[in-house]
């Protein structure tokens, strides 16, 4: 027998000799690892290289487990190109075009930008006047996208319709209740969004650390690490808590290639954990922001309101401010989303850069973990 200290891993001699050569053993986490080796150093100095082989990356057809989070405003083909150049998964945002037409040419657009996979998000939210989701969907279908992130309420019909196409859809959700619908709506992966996520948190409040070892626990289906993701031992880590890959918004905001102002990138980079803040709890639809005047003004109105109606702070949350905020570089001008993983954000590079630079981090803190396993003397 070959042990490794319990209860981490044991296997039969046998088994080890029976492995394909390019394979090794090792313990939940790290058999995802394959081995390069030559004829000189095989048996001596096997030396680990990317890519990661998880769920995620040999159903999606990427090199590297991170996906780009469907971001409004920002998820554009520029960005979801560059992302999916890299070796990750980019994202264009459904809703930040106003008709399923434009759409389709932003999708048309992305495929002269890059011939690696991309997906399209579809956020359904409360609205006064909701868009023609069934239409997008249906735009997204005959573009031949195989890919889609869904999010938010009562998306069973949507899921429906893509899963009738062949989509692979990948539903992003912050409890396990939620996700246990999703998975009986016959989703393909999860996307786990713990509270330190921007945007949309839910009303739980459960942070990833607990978030992701119950999904582990409960799900029979391949998960995604999505809310605090910022590096590769952040991947590493994920990868260890059972999920298939990370899903990043923020720190994909704060890349060369974002088509936001530069100064709203600079201000990312001058942020940290502590300058973000929640809005909306009044109305059940919690909110993660940058913390800036614009908000402090709306939490005032929200906790001092008398009438409770959503209409004395929708001045203060309007999202055509927000999207101001992004072309004019002003972070004070309206309210605007960002995670808490600012903290862990320092600098503004090229997609290509960070996805390798994530890559690189994670193997070698996945290699470092390895050293502490040490096998029982046969004596």
């Excluded at 609205?127 to 989701?133: F, T």
């Excluded at 031949?144 to 899921?159: F, H, L, M, Q, W």
């Amino acid at each position: 027998m070959v042990r490794f200290p319990s209860p981490l891993l044991v296997l039969p001699f046998s088994t080890l000799l029976l492995a394909p050569p390019d394979f090794v053993f090792l313990p939940r986490v790290f058999s995802f690892f394959r081995v390069h080796s030559n004829h000189s150093t095989a048996h001596t100095n096997p030396t680990f290289t990317m890519p990661l082989a998880t769920e995620l990356t040999r159903r999606l057809g990427i090199r590297v487990p991170v996906v780009q989070g469907g971001m409004m405003h920002i998820g554009t083909a520029d960005l979801a190109a560059a992302v999916s150049n890299a070796g990750g998964l980019g994202i264009i945002t459904a809703l930040i075009f106003t008709t399923p037409a434009a759409l389709r040419d932003e999708i048309r657009r992305c495929r002269t930008l890059t011939k690696k996979p991309f997906a399209v998000n579809m956020t359904l939210l409360p609205s006064m006047v909701p868009p023609d989701y069934p239409a997008y969907a249906q735009t997204i279908i005959d573009e031949g996208i195989k890919i889609v992130e869904t999010a938010g309420n009562s998306p069973g019909p949507i899921i429906t319709q893509l899963k009738k196409a062949g989509i692979i859809v990948l539903h992003k959700c912050t409890t396990i209740r939620h996700a246990l619908s999703a998975v009986k709506l016959g989703v393909d992966f999860l996307s786990i969004d713990g509270f330190e996520c921007a945007g949309h948190v839910g009303e739980s409040d459960i942070t990833n650390f607990i978030l992701l070892s119950r999904a582990r626990q409960t799900l029979k289906i391949p998960f995604i690490a999505s809310g605090g993701f910022a590096d590769g031992q952040g991947l590493a880590a994920a990868l260890s808590l059972g999920a298939c890959g990370i899903n990043m918004g923020t720190r994909f905001m704060c890349t060369v290639e974002a088509p936001i102002h530069q100064n709203i990138k600079e201000q990312i980079v001058k942020s940290d954990e502590n300058d973000t803040t929640l809005l909306l709890r009044r109305w059940k639809n919690t909110t993660r922001l940058f913390k800036n005047k614009v908000t402090r003004d709306a939490l005032k109105v929200e906790k001092e309101s008398t009438t409770g109606e959503f209409s004395e702070v929708a001045p203060l949350v309007s999202g055509k401010r927000g999207k101001e905020v992004f072309i004019n570089g002003d972070p004070e001008f309206g309210v605007w989303t960002t995670g808490q993983v600012m903290g862990l954000i320092h600098d503004i590079p090229t997609c290509a850069v960070l996805v390798r630079r994530i890559e690189t981090e994670a193997e070698t803190s996945i290699k470092e973990r390895l050293n502490l396993i040490i096998p029982e003397s046969k004596l």
